[in-house]
C-alpha cells in the first residue's frame, strides 16, 4: 500500500547550522508533496510544497528538492534558528487525492 | 475567521459513549478530510470527500466509525461504543483539489 518513510525521527542541530529532513514514498503515481511545521498543541501548517515537475523550490531559508526517480524528497532548513524549533512531517498524495504524511521529525535548535 | 473549523476542540467521555465531532471547511474548498493524530505520530488517514461523496475510507477504520457529508459542506465523524484506544486528536482538513491542503484546529478526544 502507500507509504511514506520520514528520517530522522529526531534532529538536533546548533543555532545557524543547516537541518535536512529525508522521505521516500512507495506510490509512483505520488505528484504532490507538502511539507508541515506542528508546534506543540497546534495544528499543522503548511510550510513548502513541491510539485512532481520541478525537482527544486526555494521560499527564502526553505527548500525542498525531489528526486522522482529515486521516489525521494527532502527538506533543507539553512540558518536555523530557535524558532524553527517543531515537528516537521511530509506527505505525498497523488491521482487519489489523499495524502499520506510521514511520521514525523522533532527538529531541536539549540541556542 | 474563514480556515477549518472544528467542533468541540475538547471531548472527554467515557467508555462504551458515542461522540460525534463536526468540521466545517474552507467554503470553496470541494474536498474534505479526516486524519488521526496520536502522540509522537504523523496524521492517520481515515477517509475522505469529495462534496458529499464518501471516496475512500482507511482499512483501518473499524465499523465504530462513521463520517457524512450530507451537502458537500460540513462534515461529521461519529465513533460509537469508544474504546480508550480512540483516544487521539481527530484532524479535519479541507482542499480545493490537487494542492494545499489545510488542516483545522482538530478534536482532542480522551476516553476514560
Known amino acids: 500500500g502507500e507509504n511514506v518513510e520520514q528520517h530522522p525521527s529526531t534532529l538536533s542541530v546548533q543555532e545557524g547550522d543547516s537541518a535536512v529532513i529525508k522521505c521516500t514514498y512507495s506510490d509512483s503515481a505520488s505528484n504532490y508533496f507538502p511539507w508541515y511545521k506542528q508546534e506543540l498543541g497546534k495544528r499543522p501548517q503548511l510550510i513548502i510544497d513541491?510539485?512532481?515537475?520541478?525537482g527544486e523550490k526555494k521560499d527564502q531559508r526553505i527548500a525542498v528538492t525531489l528526486n522522482k526517480t529515486a521516489k525521494h524528497f527532502s527538506l533543507h532548513i539553512t540558518e536555523t534558528q530557535p524558532e524553527d524549533s517543531a515537528v516537521y512531517f511530509c506527505?505525498?498524495?497523488?491521482?487519489?487525492?489523499?495524502?499520506?504524511f510521514g511520521t514525523g521529525t522533532r527538529l531541536k535548535v539549540l541556542a | 475567521d474563514t480556515g477549518v473549523s472544528q467542533n468541540p476542540r475538547h471531548k472527554i467521555t467515557k467508555r462504551g459513549q458515542n461522540v460525534t465531532f463536526r468540521c466545517d471547511p474552507i467554503s470553496e474548498h470541494n474536498r474534505l478530510y479526516w486524519y488521526r493524530q496520536t502522540l509522537g505520530q504523523g496524521p492517520e488517514f481515515l477517509t475522505y470527500f469529495q462534496n458529499e461523496a464518501q471516496l475512500e475510507k482507511s482499512r483501518l477504520l473499524s465499523d465504530r466509525f462513521s463520517a457524512e457529508r450530507p451537502k458537500g459542506s460540513f462534515s461529521t465523524l461519529e465513533i460509537q461504543r469508544t474504546e480508550q484506544g480512540d483516544s487521539a486528536m481527530y484532524l479535519c482538513?479541507?482542499?480545493?483539489?490537487?494542492?494545499?491542503?489545510?488542516f483545522g484546529p482538530g478534536t482532542r478526544l480522551t476516553v476514560l
Open positions: 506527505a505525498a498524495s497523488g491521482g487519489t487525492y489523499k495524502y499520506i
Open positions: 482538513a479541507s482542499s480545493p483539489g490537487q494542492g494545499e491542503f489545510f
Open positions: 513541491i510539485r512532481s515537475n520541478v
